[in-house]
Protein backbone atom coordinates (compact mmCIF):
# COMPACT_ATOMS: atom_id res chain seq x y z
CA UNK A 1 0.00 0.00 0.00
CA UNK A 2 1.41 3.42 -0.93
CA UNK A 3 1.05 6.03 1.79
CA UNK A 4 3.98 8.17 1.11
CA UNK A 5 2.33 11.72 -0.15
CA UNK A 6 4.01 15.14 -1.17
CA UNK A 7 4.39 17.16 1.71
CA UNK A 8 2.31 20.14 0.06
CA UNK A 9 -0.74 17.43 0.04
CA UNK A 10 -0.36 16.23 3.55
CA UNK A 11 -0.86 19.26 5.31
CA UNK A 12 -3.89 20.42 3.41
CA UNK A 13 -6.80 20.22 4.95
CA UNK A 14 -9.62 18.54 2.46
CA UNK A 15 -12.57 18.77 5.35
CA UNK A 16 -13.05 20.52 8.50
CA UNK A 17 -15.80 19.46 11.07
CA UNK A 18 -15.71 21.86 14.62
CA UNK A 19 -18.21 20.87 16.69
CA UNK A 20 -21.04 19.73 14.71
CA UNK A 21 -24.27 19.07 16.26
CA UNK A 22 -27.82 17.88 14.77
CA UNK A 23 -31.46 17.54 15.46
CA UNK A 24 -33.76 15.43 14.35
CA UNK A 25 -36.77 17.33 15.87
CA UNK A 26 -35.81 16.54 19.44
CA UNK A 27 -33.53 14.06 18.57
CA UNK A 28 -30.04 14.98 19.08
CA UNK A 29 -28.46 12.68 16.22
CA UNK A 30 -24.95 14.11 16.19
CA UNK A 31 -23.08 15.73 19.11
CA UNK A 32 -19.83 17.85 19.06
CA UNK A 33 -18.39 15.42 15.91
CA UNK A 34 -15.00 17.04 15.35
CA UNK A 35 -13.16 15.88 12.47
CA UNK A 36 -9.96 16.88 10.17
CA UNK A 37 -9.77 15.13 6.60
CA UNK A 38 -6.41 15.52 4.65
CA UNK A 39 -6.04 15.57 1.20
CA UNK A 40 -5.01 11.80 0.46
CA UNK A 41 -6.63 10.61 3.79
CA UNK A 42 -8.44 7.56 3.70
CA UNK A 43 -11.00 7.37 6.34
CA UNK A 44 -13.68 4.61 7.56
CA UNK A 45 -16.28 5.26 9.86
CA UNK A 46 -17.97 2.02 11.36
CA UNK A 47 -20.32 2.03 14.03
CA UNK A 48 -23.80 0.04 15.01
CA UNK A 49 -26.45 1.60 13.08
CA UNK A 50 -28.40 4.73 14.42
CA UNK A 51 -24.73 5.99 15.36
CA UNK A 52 -24.70 8.81 13.23
CA UNK A 53 -21.95 7.75 10.56
CA UNK A 54 -24.28 8.34 7.35
CA UNK A 55 -25.32 11.44 8.83
CA UNK A 56 -22.02 12.76 9.59
CA UNK A 57 -20.67 12.16 5.69
CA UNK A 58 -24.35 13.47 4.48
CA UNK A 59 -23.61 16.40 6.44
CA UNK A 60 -20.24 17.37 4.28
CA UNK A 61 -22.22 17.65 1.44
CA UNK A 62 -25.42 18.65 2.83
CA UNK A 63 -27.63 16.05 1.81
CA UNK A 64 -28.82 16.82 5.72
CA UNK A 65 -28.00 20.36 6.91
CA UNK A 66 -25.77 20.46 10.63
CA UNK A 67 -27.69 23.40 12.95
CA UNK A 68 -24.35 23.94 15.31
CA UNK A 69 -20.67 23.52 14.36
CA UNK A 70 -18.91 24.44 11.10
CA UNK A 71 -18.00 22.60 8.16
CA UNK A 72 -15.37 23.58 5.73
CA UNK A 73 -14.97 21.62 2.35
CA UNK A 74 -12.13 22.36 0.60
CA UNK A 75 -11.78 25.48 2.05
CA UNK A 76 -15.52 26.38 1.06
CA UNK A 77 -17.43 26.98 4.32
CA UNK A 78 -20.89 24.83 4.71
CA UNK A 79 -23.58 27.85 5.17
CA UNK A 80 -27.10 28.10 3.80
CA UNK A 81 -25.41 30.19 1.09
CA UNK A 82 -26.91 28.19 -1.90
CA UNK A 83 -23.80 28.92 -3.95
CA UNK A 84 -21.80 27.56 -1.33
CA UNK A 85 -23.78 24.55 -1.35
CA UNK A 86 -23.23 23.85 -5.17
CA UNK A 87 -19.66 24.14 -5.38
CA UNK A 88 -19.01 21.91 -2.20
CA UNK A 89 -20.94 19.15 -4.24
CA UNK A 90 -18.96 19.73 -7.11
CA UNK A 91 -16.05 19.02 -5.40
CA UNK A 92 -17.85 16.05 -3.21
CA UNK A 93 -18.47 13.22 -5.15
CA UNK A 94 -21.03 10.39 -3.55
CA UNK A 95 -21.87 6.58 -3.57
CA UNK A 96 -24.94 5.32 -2.50
CA UNK A 97 -26.28 2.03 -0.70
CA UNK A 98 -28.74 1.53 -2.68
CA UNK A 99 -26.36 3.11 -5.61
CA UNK A 100 -29.46 5.73 -6.60
CA UNK A 101 -28.44 5.40 -10.45
CA UNK A 102 -31.01 7.48 -12.51
CA UNK A 103 -33.47 4.38 -14.00
CA UNK A 104 -34.37 6.31 -17.14
CA UNK A 105 -31.35 6.77 -18.42
CA UNK A 106 -28.59 4.25 -20.39
CA UNK A 107 -25.25 3.82 -17.79
CA UNK A 108 -23.53 6.43 -20.38
CA UNK A 109 -26.02 8.71 -19.66
CA UNK A 110 -26.26 8.57 -15.72
CA UNK A 111 -22.34 9.21 -16.41
CA UNK A 112 -22.52 12.32 -18.71
CA UNK A 113 -25.15 14.23 -16.80
CA UNK A 114 -23.01 15.77 -14.06
CA UNK A 115 -20.35 16.62 -16.73
CA UNK A 116 -22.97 18.21 -19.61
CA UNK A 117 -25.29 20.17 -16.80
CA UNK A 118 -23.17 20.84 -14.05
CA UNK A 119 -19.49 21.15 -15.15
CA UNK A 120 -21.03 22.74 -18.74
CA UNK A 121 -18.54 19.80 -20.89
CA UNK A 122 -19.57 19.24 -24.57
CA UNK A 123 -21.07 16.12 -25.14
CA UNK A 124 -18.32 14.72 -27.05
CA UNK A 125 -15.42 15.62 -24.20
CA UNK A 126 -18.35 14.22 -21.65
CA UNK A 127 -18.65 11.16 -23.21
CA UNK A 128 -14.72 10.26 -23.21
CA UNK A 129 -14.88 11.50 -19.49
CA UNK A 130 -17.57 8.49 -18.65
CA UNK A 131 -15.95 6.30 -21.19
CA UNK A 132 -12.28 6.38 -19.64
CA UNK A 133 -13.71 6.36 -16.14
CA UNK A 134 -16.23 3.30 -16.97
CA UNK A 135 -12.86 1.03 -18.10
CA UNK A 136 -11.65 2.39 -15.03
CA UNK A 137 -14.60 0.37 -13.34
CA UNK A 138 -14.03 -2.45 -15.63
CA UNK A 139 -17.62 -2.28 -17.16
CA UNK A 140 -17.11 0.19 -20.69
CA UNK A 141 -19.13 -2.80 -22.46
CA UNK A 142 -22.27 -1.82 -20.74
CA UNK A 143 -22.34 1.78 -21.53
CA UNK A 144 -25.63 1.77 -23.39
CA UNK A 145 -27.24 -0.45 -21.03
CA UNK A 146 -29.67 0.26 -18.52
CA UNK A 147 -28.87 0.49 -14.74
CA UNK A 148 -32.02 -2.09 -14.26
CA UNK A 149 -30.21 -4.59 -16.68
CA UNK A 150 -27.19 -4.28 -14.88
CA UNK A 151 -26.40 -6.45 -11.68
CA UNK A 152 -26.02 -5.22 -8.41
CA UNK A 153 -22.00 -4.67 -8.09
CA UNK A 154 -22.16 -3.35 -12.10
CA UNK A 155 -24.63 -0.47 -10.82
CA UNK A 156 -22.61 0.24 -7.90
CA UNK A 157 -19.26 0.72 -9.96
CA UNK A 158 -21.71 2.44 -12.46
CA UNK A 159 -22.36 4.89 -9.47
CA UNK A 160 -18.84 5.03 -8.59
CA UNK A 161 -17.69 6.00 -12.15
CA UNK A 162 -20.51 8.30 -12.11
CA UNK A 163 -19.39 10.34 -9.06
CA UNK A 164 -15.67 10.34 -10.33
CA UNK A 165 -16.88 11.71 -14.10
CA UNK A 166 -17.32 15.01 -11.96
CA UNK A 167 -13.78 14.82 -11.10
CA UNK A 168 -14.21 15.11 -7.24
CA UNK A 169 -11.66 16.27 -4.76
CA UNK A 170 -13.56 13.93 -2.18
CA UNK A 171 -15.16 10.67 -2.42
CA UNK A 172 -18.12 9.46 0.24
CA UNK A 173 -18.79 6.19 0.65
CA UNK A 174 -22.34 5.48 2.12
CA UNK A 175 -22.44 1.70 3.16
CA UNK A 176 -21.67 1.14 -0.75
CA UNK A 177 -21.90 -2.44 0.03
CA UNK A 178 -24.48 -3.65 2.41
CA UNK A 179 -26.72 -3.92 -0.25
CA UNK A 180 -25.36 -6.11 -2.72
CA UNK A 181 -25.44 -9.82 -2.90
CA UNK A 182 -22.57 -11.06 -1.14
CA UNK A 183 -20.61 -12.63 -4.48
CA UNK A 184 -20.43 -9.20 -6.02
CA UNK A 185 -18.83 -7.19 -2.68
CA UNK A 186 -15.33 -7.88 -4.02
CA UNK A 187 -16.16 -6.46 -7.02
CA UNK A 188 -16.92 -3.26 -5.46
CA UNK A 189 -14.79 -3.35 -2.78
CA UNK A 190 -11.61 -3.98 -5.62
CA UNK A 191 -12.60 -0.91 -7.30
CA UNK A 192 -12.51 1.21 -4.19
CA UNK A 193 -9.30 -0.21 -3.00
CA UNK A 194 -8.15 0.56 -7.14
CA UNK A 195 -9.51 4.18 -6.13
CA UNK A 196 -7.44 4.78 -2.74
CA UNK A 197 -4.24 3.88 -4.61
CA UNK A 198 -4.76 6.71 -6.98
CA UNK A 199 -4.95 9.00 -3.94
CA UNK A 200 -8.47 9.94 -3.70
CA UNK A 201 -9.30 11.63 -0.34
CA UNK A 202 -12.32 8.75 0.77
CA UNK A 203 -14.30 8.67 3.44
CA UNK A 204 -15.94 5.09 3.74
CA UNK A 205 -18.93 4.68 6.10
CA UNK A 206 -18.46 0.70 5.88
CA UNK A 207 -18.74 -2.77 7.73
CA UNK A 208 -16.03 -4.21 5.79
CA UNK A 209 -13.36 -4.18 8.23
CA UNK A 210 -11.06 -6.12 5.99
CA UNK A 211 -11.49 -2.97 3.43
CA UNK A 212 -10.47 -1.16 6.72
CA UNK A 213 -7.72 -2.97 7.27
CA UNK A 214 -6.19 -2.66 4.12
CA UNK A 215 -7.10 1.07 2.91
CA UNK A 216 -7.71 3.21 5.76
CA UNK A 217 -5.24 5.96 7.35
CA UNK A 218 -7.66 5.78 10.18
CA UNK A 219 -10.39 3.89 11.44
CA UNK A 220 -13.53 5.96 13.41
CA UNK A 221 -15.55 4.68 15.42
CA UNK A 222 -19.03 6.20 16.15
CA UNK A 223 -21.79 5.51 18.68
CA UNK A 224 -24.88 7.74 19.75
CA UNK A 225 -23.95 10.27 17.85
CA UNK A 226 -20.30 11.17 19.06
CA UNK A 227 -17.11 9.77 18.08
CA UNK A 228 -15.91 7.39 20.90
CA UNK A 229 -12.38 6.23 19.47
CA UNK A 230 -10.30 7.40 16.09
CA UNK A 231 -6.99 5.49 15.70
CA UNK A 232 -4.79 3.84 12.88
CA UNK A 233 -6.17 0.83 11.28
CA UNK A 234 -3.74 -1.65 13.20
CA UNK A 235 -3.77 0.33 16.77
CA UNK A 236 -7.75 0.42 16.35
CA UNK A 237 -8.20 -3.37 15.64
CA UNK A 238 -5.40 -4.98 17.74
CA UNK A 239 -5.88 -2.38 20.89
CA UNK A 240 -8.62 -0.32 21.22
CA UNK A 241 -9.19 1.51 24.14
CA UNK A 242 -12.88 2.35 24.81
CA UNK A 243 -15.13 -0.53 26.53
CA UNK A 244 -17.83 0.23 23.89
CA UNK A 245 -15.73 0.09 21.05
CA UNK A 246 -14.55 -3.80 22.32
CA UNK A 247 -17.96 -4.73 22.51
CA UNK A 248 -18.46 -3.59 18.74
CA UNK A 249 -15.31 -5.37 17.51
CA UNK A 250 -15.90 -8.43 19.30
CA UNK A 251 -19.57 -8.69 17.97
CA UNK A 252 -18.73 -8.01 14.11
CA UNK A 253 -15.39 -9.34 14.20
CA UNK A 254 -15.92 -13.04 16.04
CA UNK A 255 -16.92 -14.30 12.19
CA UNK B 1 -17.18 -34.85 -6.92
CA UNK B 2 -20.59 -34.45 -9.11
CA UNK B 3 -20.69 -32.69 -12.00
CA UNK B 4 -24.33 -29.77 -11.70
CA UNK B 5 -25.82 -30.43 -15.00
CA UNK B 6 -29.70 -28.68 -15.43
CA UNK B 7 -32.69 -30.69 -15.90
CA UNK B 8 -33.84 -30.62 -19.94
CA UNK B 9 -37.04 -27.84 -20.46
CA UNK B 10 -40.37 -30.14 -20.76
CA UNK B 11 -43.15 -29.23 -22.92
CA UNK B 12 -46.07 -27.63 -21.38
CA UNK B 13 -49.12 -30.27 -20.61
CA UNK B 14 -51.45 -30.41 -23.88
CA UNK B 15 -54.69 -27.69 -23.44
CA UNK B 16 -53.01 -25.17 -21.72
CA UNK B 17 -51.34 -23.46 -24.18
CA UNK B 18 -52.52 -21.93 -27.66
CA UNK B 19 -56.27 -21.08 -28.64
CA UNK B 20 -57.93 -23.64 -26.98
CA UNK B 21 -56.22 -23.87 -24.02
CA UNK B 22 -56.94 -19.81 -23.47
CA UNK B 23 -60.78 -20.97 -24.20
CA UNK B 24 -60.51 -23.51 -21.23
CA UNK B 25 -58.53 -21.47 -18.64
CA UNK B 26 -60.53 -17.97 -19.64
CA UNK B 27 -64.20 -19.19 -20.31
CA UNK B 28 -64.98 -23.23 -19.83
CA UNK B 29 -63.06 -23.35 -16.66
CA UNK B 30 -65.90 -25.02 -14.66
CA UNK B 31 -69.77 -25.43 -15.08
CA UNK B 32 -70.45 -22.32 -14.08
CA UNK B 33 -68.39 -19.88 -15.98
CA UNK B 34 -69.43 -22.03 -19.33
CA UNK B 35 -72.92 -21.56 -18.56
CA UNK B 36 -72.31 -17.29 -18.02
CA UNK B 37 -69.91 -17.79 -21.21
CA UNK B 38 -73.47 -18.89 -23.09
CA UNK B 39 -75.52 -16.57 -21.67
CA UNK B 40 -72.81 -13.46 -22.42
CA UNK B 41 -72.81 -15.03 -26.35
CA UNK B 42 -76.50 -15.16 -26.50
CA UNK B 43 -77.05 -11.26 -25.53
CA UNK B 44 -74.12 -9.83 -27.61
CA UNK B 45 -75.09 -11.94 -30.28
CA UNK B 46 -78.72 -10.50 -30.36
CA UNK B 47 -77.00 -6.82 -29.83
CA UNK B 48 -74.92 -7.18 -32.62
CA UNK B 49 -77.54 -8.62 -34.79
CA UNK B 50 -79.70 -5.63 -33.82
CA UNK B 51 -77.53 -3.25 -34.67
CA UNK B 52 -76.47 -4.91 -37.95
CA UNK B 53 -80.20 -5.02 -38.74
CA UNK B 54 -81.06 -1.31 -37.69
CA UNK B 55 -78.13 0.49 -38.55
CA UNK B 56 -76.76 -1.21 -41.92
CA UNK B 57 -79.12 -3.82 -43.55
CA UNK B 58 -81.98 -1.76 -43.45
CA UNK B 59 -80.70 1.68 -42.88
CA UNK B 60 -80.37 4.55 -45.01
CA UNK B 61 -77.57 6.48 -46.31
CA UNK B 62 -77.85 8.70 -49.11
CA UNK B 63 -80.04 11.28 -49.84
CA UNK B 64 -80.49 14.64 -48.44
CA UNK B 65 -84.02 14.90 -46.54
CA UNK B 66 -86.29 12.69 -44.76
CA UNK B 67 -87.67 11.64 -47.18
CA UNK B 68 -85.36 9.21 -48.27
CA UNK B 69 -85.87 7.19 -45.13
CA UNK B 70 -88.16 5.15 -46.05
CA UNK B 71 -90.97 4.36 -43.33
CA UNK B 72 -93.08 0.83 -43.35
CA UNK B 73 -97.24 0.53 -42.86
CA UNK B 74 -97.57 1.93 -39.45
CA UNK B 75 -95.14 5.15 -40.39
CA UNK B 76 -92.28 3.50 -38.72
CA UNK B 77 -88.44 3.73 -39.73
CA UNK B 78 -87.36 1.03 -41.40
CA UNK B 79 -84.18 1.60 -40.33
CA UNK B 80 -81.44 4.34 -39.23
CA UNK B 81 -81.27 7.01 -40.89
CA UNK B 82 -77.89 8.38 -41.59
CA UNK B 83 -78.93 10.63 -44.03
CA UNK B 84 -79.80 13.28 -41.13
CA UNK B 85 -75.78 12.80 -40.16
CA UNK B 86 -74.71 12.91 -43.72
CA UNK B 87 -77.01 16.36 -44.03
CA UNK B 88 -76.31 18.22 -41.38
CA UNK B 89 -72.68 17.05 -41.23
CA UNK B 90 -70.84 19.83 -41.75
CA UNK B 91 -72.93 21.83 -39.34
CA UNK B 92 -72.01 19.12 -37.02
CA UNK B 93 -68.18 20.14 -37.72
CA UNK B 94 -67.77 23.51 -37.94
CA UNK B 95 -70.88 25.40 -36.15
CA UNK B 96 -72.01 27.96 -37.55
CA UNK B 97 -68.73 29.14 -38.90
CA UNK B 98 -69.59 30.93 -42.10
CA UNK B 99 -69.44 28.65 -45.36
CA UNK B 100 -67.43 30.59 -47.33
CA UNK B 101 -64.46 30.54 -44.59
CA UNK B 102 -64.72 26.50 -44.02
CA UNK B 103 -61.17 26.57 -45.97
CA UNK B 104 -59.60 27.60 -42.97
CA UNK B 105 -60.95 25.40 -40.25
CA UNK B 106 -59.61 22.63 -42.75
CA UNK B 107 -56.25 24.21 -43.31
CA UNK B 108 -55.80 24.32 -39.64
CA UNK B 109 -57.28 20.65 -38.44
CA UNK B 110 -55.46 19.46 -41.70
CA UNK B 111 -51.69 20.88 -39.98
CA UNK B 112 -52.63 19.92 -36.64
CA UNK B 113 -53.52 16.34 -38.13
CA UNK B 114 -49.77 16.49 -39.29
CA UNK B 115 -48.18 17.55 -36.40
CA UNK B 116 -49.86 14.84 -34.09
CA UNK B 117 -49.06 12.35 -37.15
CA UNK B 118 -45.78 13.44 -36.59
CA UNK B 119 -45.61 13.23 -32.82
CA UNK B 120 -46.81 10.33 -32.50
CA UNK B 121 -45.12 8.32 -35.52
CA UNK B 122 -42.14 6.93 -34.55
CA UNK B 123 -38.76 7.62 -36.17
CA UNK B 124 -39.85 11.12 -37.49
CA UNK B 125 -37.23 13.43 -37.99
CA UNK B 126 -36.20 16.53 -36.33
CA UNK B 127 -39.61 15.27 -34.04
CA UNK B 128 -37.85 18.05 -31.47
CA UNK B 129 -38.52 20.97 -33.76
CA UNK B 130 -41.83 19.53 -34.51
CA UNK B 131 -42.76 19.41 -30.68
CA UNK B 132 -41.44 23.72 -30.57
CA UNK B 133 -43.19 23.87 -34.13
CA UNK B 134 -46.97 22.64 -32.16
CA UNK B 135 -46.55 23.63 -29.15
CA UNK B 136 -45.79 27.46 -29.62
CA UNK B 137 -46.05 28.53 -33.11
CA UNK B 138 -49.18 26.38 -34.45
CA UNK B 139 -51.26 27.88 -31.66
CA UNK B 140 -50.71 31.50 -33.73
CA UNK B 141 -51.61 30.28 -37.22
CA UNK B 142 -54.45 28.48 -35.45
CA UNK B 143 -55.87 31.54 -34.09
CA UNK B 144 -55.60 33.60 -37.33
CA UNK B 145 -56.40 30.85 -39.68
CA UNK B 146 -60.04 30.52 -36.71
CA UNK B 147 -60.52 34.08 -35.34
CA UNK B 148 -59.16 35.81 -38.19
CA UNK B 149 -59.06 39.67 -38.49
CA UNK B 150 -55.33 39.60 -39.70
CA UNK B 151 -53.04 38.75 -43.00
CA UNK B 152 -56.01 39.09 -45.41
CA UNK B 153 -58.71 37.15 -43.01
CA UNK B 154 -62.55 38.27 -42.47
CA UNK B 155 -62.72 38.52 -38.48
CA UNK B 156 -64.78 35.32 -37.22
CA UNK B 157 -66.36 35.92 -34.09
CA UNK B 158 -65.99 32.93 -31.94
CA UNK B 159 -70.03 33.01 -31.19
CA UNK B 160 -70.29 31.94 -34.70
CA UNK B 161 -67.67 28.61 -33.58
CA UNK B 162 -69.14 25.56 -33.07
CA UNK B 163 -69.29 22.00 -33.35
CA UNK B 164 -66.83 19.87 -33.35
CA UNK B 165 -64.43 22.35 -34.11
CA UNK B 166 -65.23 23.94 -30.88
CA UNK B 167 -65.04 21.11 -28.74
CA UNK B 168 -61.35 20.25 -30.40
CA UNK B 169 -60.06 23.55 -29.37
CA UNK B 170 -61.85 23.37 -26.08
CA UNK B 171 -60.23 19.96 -25.39
CA UNK B 172 -56.73 20.71 -26.56
CA UNK B 173 -56.13 24.17 -25.58
CA UNK B 174 -57.37 23.00 -22.02
CA UNK B 175 -55.18 19.69 -22.22
CA UNK B 176 -52.17 22.09 -23.23
CA UNK B 177 -52.38 24.52 -20.93
CA UNK B 178 -53.57 22.86 -17.77
CA UNK B 179 -50.40 19.95 -17.87
CA UNK B 180 -47.77 22.50 -17.19
CA UNK B 181 -49.77 24.60 -14.70
CA UNK B 182 -50.43 21.44 -13.05
CA UNK B 183 -46.78 20.86 -12.87
CA UNK B 184 -45.78 24.39 -11.74
CA UNK B 185 -49.01 23.77 -8.96
CA UNK B 186 -47.33 20.14 -7.76
CA UNK B 187 -44.16 21.35 -7.28
CA UNK B 188 -45.43 24.45 -5.13
CA UNK B 189 -47.04 22.19 -3.13
CA UNK B 190 -44.15 20.09 -2.27
CA UNK B 191 -41.81 23.14 -1.88
CA UNK B 192 -40.47 24.30 0.98
CA UNK B 193 -41.00 27.92 0.71
CA UNK B 194 -44.22 28.52 2.68
CA UNK B 195 -45.49 31.16 0.83
CA UNK B 196 -45.06 29.08 -2.45
CA UNK B 197 -47.11 25.87 -0.70
CA UNK B 198 -49.89 27.43 0.69
CA UNK B 199 -50.61 29.20 -2.73
CA UNK B 200 -50.47 26.17 -4.38
CA UNK B 201 -52.66 24.54 -2.14
CA UNK B 202 -55.37 27.09 -1.57
CA UNK B 203 -55.29 27.10 -5.65
CA UNK B 204 -55.78 23.37 -5.99
CA UNK B 205 -57.88 22.87 -2.70
CA UNK B 206 -60.53 25.50 -4.11
CA UNK B 207 -60.57 24.72 -7.91
CA UNK B 208 -60.64 21.23 -6.80
CA UNK B 209 -63.58 21.72 -4.55
CA UNK B 210 -66.52 23.67 -7.05
CA UNK B 211 -67.87 22.08 -10.16
CA UNK B 212 -67.26 22.46 -13.27
CA UNK B 213 -70.51 24.20 -14.16
CA UNK B 214 -70.35 26.27 -11.56
CA UNK B 215 -67.02 27.61 -12.42
CA UNK B 216 -68.41 27.77 -16.11
CA UNK B 217 -70.92 29.74 -14.79
CA UNK B 218 -68.66 32.30 -12.88
CA UNK B 219 -66.89 32.91 -15.58
CA UNK B 220 -69.94 33.57 -18.03
CA UNK B 221 -72.24 34.97 -16.00
CA UNK B 222 -70.67 36.36 -12.91
CA UNK B 223 -67.29 37.66 -14.43
CA UNK B 224 -68.73 40.27 -16.31
CA UNK B 225 -70.80 42.11 -13.49
CA UNK B 226 -67.69 42.80 -11.48
CA UNK B 227 -66.10 44.54 -14.83
CA UNK B 228 -66.31 47.71 -15.88
CA UNK B 229 -68.50 48.64 -18.38
CA UNK B 230 -66.86 48.08 -22.08
CA UNK B 231 -64.71 45.63 -21.43
CA UNK B 232 -66.08 42.91 -22.68
CA UNK B 233 -63.95 39.55 -22.75
CA UNK B 234 -64.85 37.30 -25.11
CA UNK B 235 -67.00 34.17 -23.90
CA UNK B 236 -65.28 31.60 -25.20
CA UNK B 237 -62.21 32.88 -23.92
CA UNK B 238 -63.79 33.15 -20.69
CA UNK B 239 -64.45 29.75 -20.62
CA UNK B 240 -61.82 28.61 -21.35
CA UNK B 241 -59.81 30.24 -18.97
CA UNK B 242 -62.40 28.58 -16.64
CA UNK B 243 -61.61 25.14 -17.80
CA UNK B 244 -57.55 25.75 -17.26
CA UNK B 245 -58.39 26.85 -13.99
CA UNK B 246 -60.35 23.74 -13.05
CA UNK B 247 -58.46 21.31 -14.64
CA UNK B 248 -54.66 22.37 -13.88
CA UNK B 249 -55.78 21.92 -10.19
CA UNK B 250 -56.99 18.53 -11.20
CA UNK B 251 -53.43 17.86 -13.18
CA UNK B 252 -51.82 19.45 -9.82
CA UNK B 253 -52.56 16.14 -7.79
CA UNK B 254 -52.43 13.79 -10.46
CA UNK B 255 -48.54 14.77 -10.86
CA UNK B 256 -48.01 15.11 -7.22
CA UNK B 257 -49.04 11.72 -6.91
CA UNK B 258 -46.84 10.87 -9.57
CA UNK B 259 -43.65 12.75 -7.56
CA UNK B 260 -43.81 11.09 -4.41
CA UNK B 261 -43.49 7.85 -6.32
CA UNK B 262 -39.91 8.68 -6.83
CA UNK B 263 -37.45 7.63 -4.37
CA UNK B 264 -35.93 10.16 -1.94
CA UNK B 265 -32.59 8.57 -3.29
CA UNK B 266 -33.16 9.82 -7.04
CA UNK B 267 -33.52 13.34 -5.30
CA UNK B 268 -30.45 12.63 -3.26
CA UNK B 269 -28.09 11.57 -6.18
CA UNK B 270 -29.09 14.61 -8.53
CA UNK B 271 -27.92 16.83 -5.48
CA UNK B 272 -25.00 15.15 -4.72
CA UNK B 273 -24.13 15.44 -8.55
CA UNK B 274 -24.47 19.24 -7.94
CA UNK B 275 -27.26 20.03 -9.91
CA UNK B 276 -29.72 22.80 -9.53
CA UNK B 277 -33.47 22.18 -8.04
CA UNK B 278 -34.56 23.42 -11.62
CA UNK B 279 -32.07 20.88 -13.26
CA UNK B 280 -32.57 18.16 -10.62
CA UNK B 281 -36.64 18.48 -12.02
CA UNK B 282 -36.17 18.53 -14.95
CA UNK B 283 -34.09 16.13 -16.00
CA UNK B 284 -34.12 13.25 -13.47
CA UNK B 285 -37.32 13.54 -11.43
CA UNK B 286 -39.96 14.91 -13.77
CA UNK B 287 -39.32 12.76 -16.54
CA UNK B 288 -39.47 9.08 -14.25
CA UNK B 289 -42.58 10.84 -12.96
CA UNK B 290 -44.30 11.77 -15.99
CA UNK B 291 -43.89 8.18 -16.79
CA UNK B 292 -45.66 7.11 -14.02
CA UNK B 293 -48.34 9.60 -14.41
CA UNK B 294 -49.00 8.43 -17.64
CA UNK B 295 -51.94 6.29 -17.07
CA UNK B 296 -53.32 9.33 -14.69
CA UNK B 297 -52.38 12.45 -17.16
CA UNK B 298 -54.82 10.27 -19.87
CA UNK B 299 -57.68 9.69 -17.63
CA UNK B 300 -57.90 13.19 -16.87
CA UNK B 301 -57.29 14.46 -20.61
CA UNK B 302 -60.30 11.76 -21.35
CA UNK B 303 -62.70 13.44 -18.78
CA UNK B 304 -61.46 16.34 -19.79
CA UNK B 305 -62.44 16.15 -23.78
CA UNK B 306 -65.56 14.84 -22.44
CA UNK B 307 -66.64 17.88 -19.98
CA UNK B 308 -65.62 20.23 -22.55
CA UNK B 309 -69.49 19.56 -23.63
CA UNK B 310 -70.52 21.07 -20.32
CA UNK B 311 -70.08 24.56 -22.16
CA UNK B 312 -73.79 24.29 -23.46
CA UNK B 313 -75.19 25.77 -20.68
CA UNK B 314 -73.45 29.08 -21.20
CA UNK B 315 -74.72 28.64 -24.48
CA UNK B 316 -71.91 27.85 -26.42
CA UNK B 317 -72.68 25.12 -29.28
CA UNK B 318 -69.81 22.42 -28.69
CA UNK B 319 -70.36 18.82 -30.71
CA UNK B 320 -73.26 17.76 -28.73
CA UNK B 321 -74.92 21.08 -28.23
CA UNK B 322 -75.21 21.48 -31.91
CA UNK B 323 -76.43 17.63 -32.20
CA UNK B 324 -79.16 18.83 -29.79
CA UNK B 325 -80.58 21.42 -31.39
CA UNK B 326 -80.33 19.37 -34.65
CA UNK B 327 -82.68 16.98 -33.45
CA UNK B 328 -85.66 18.99 -32.56
CA UNK B 329 -85.59 20.19 -36.10
CA UNK B 330 -89.06 19.23 -37.18
CA UNK B 331 -88.08 18.57 -41.07
CA UNK B 332 -86.55 15.77 -39.11
CA UNK B 333 -88.32 13.73 -36.71
CA UNK B 334 -87.32 11.18 -34.58
CA UNK B 335 -83.50 11.07 -35.65
CA UNK B 336 -82.26 11.40 -31.90
CA UNK B 337 -81.21 7.90 -31.78
CA UNK B 338 -78.50 8.12 -34.76
CA UNK B 339 -77.60 11.93 -33.29
CA UNK B 340 -76.02 10.72 -30.40
CA UNK B 341 -74.79 7.36 -31.44
CA UNK B 342 -72.90 9.67 -33.70
CA UNK B 343 -71.91 11.43 -30.88
CA UNK B 344 -70.83 9.04 -28.75
CA UNK B 345 -68.86 7.34 -31.43
CA UNK B 346 -66.96 10.89 -32.21
CA UNK B 347 -66.10 11.38 -28.41
CA UNK B 348 -65.04 7.43 -27.92
CA UNK B 349 -62.91 7.55 -31.48
CA UNK B 350 -60.70 10.33 -30.01
CA UNK B 351 -60.73 9.23 -26.42
CA UNK B 352 -59.59 5.53 -27.48
CA UNK B 353 -57.08 7.14 -29.73
CA UNK B 354 -55.71 8.69 -26.66
CA UNK B 355 -56.39 5.80 -24.22
CA UNK B 356 -54.34 3.68 -26.92
CA UNK B 357 -51.79 6.35 -27.77
CA UNK B 358 -50.72 6.51 -23.97
CA UNK B 359 -50.42 2.46 -23.59
CA UNK B 360 -47.89 2.44 -26.44
CA UNK B 361 -46.04 5.18 -24.58
CA UNK B 362 -45.77 3.75 -21.66
CA UNK B 363 -44.21 0.44 -22.83
CA UNK B 364 -42.06 2.66 -24.91
CA UNK B 365 -41.22 4.67 -21.82
CA UNK B 366 -40.48 1.38 -19.81
CA UNK B 367 -36.44 0.86 -19.59
CA UNK B 368 -36.46 0.53 -15.50
CA UNK B 369 -36.85 -3.84 -16.18
CA UNK B 370 -37.59 -4.11 -12.60
Redesign the interface.
Known sequence: MTTEKTAADAHKVMIQLKNVNKWYGSFHVLKDINLEVMKGERIVICGPSGSGKSTTIRCI???EEHQAGDIVVNGIPLTNDLKNI?SV??E???V?Q?F?????LTVLQNCT??PI??RKKPQKEAEEIAMKYLERVKIPNQALK?P??LSGGQQQRV?IA??LC?SPEVMLFDEPTSALDPEMIKEVLDTMIQLAESGMTMICVTHEMGFAKTVANRVIFMDEGQIVEEDEPHAFFNNPQNERTKLFLSQILQH | MSEFKPLPDLPPPPNTVGAIGWLRTNLFSNWLNTILTLIAIYYIGQAIFWFVDWGIINASFSGSTKDDCPLNAEGEKLGACWVFINARFDQFIYGFYPDSEIWRINLMLGIFTLCIAGLVIEGTPKKNWLAVFTLFIFPIIAFYLLHGGRFGLDTVDTHKWGGFTLTLVLAVVGIVASLPIGILLALGRRSEMPIIRSISIVYIEFWRGVPLITVLFMASVMLPLFMTAGTETDKLARALIGIIMFQSAYMAEVVRGGLQAI?K??Y?????????YW?MMG??VL??AL?LMIPGIVNTFIALFKDTSLVLIIGLFDLLAIMQSAITDPNWPRVSVEGYLFVAFMFWAFCFGMSRYSQALERK?N????
Open positions: NRLDRRVGMFHNLFPHLGWVYGQARSM | PGQEAAQALGLSKLIPQKLTSYR
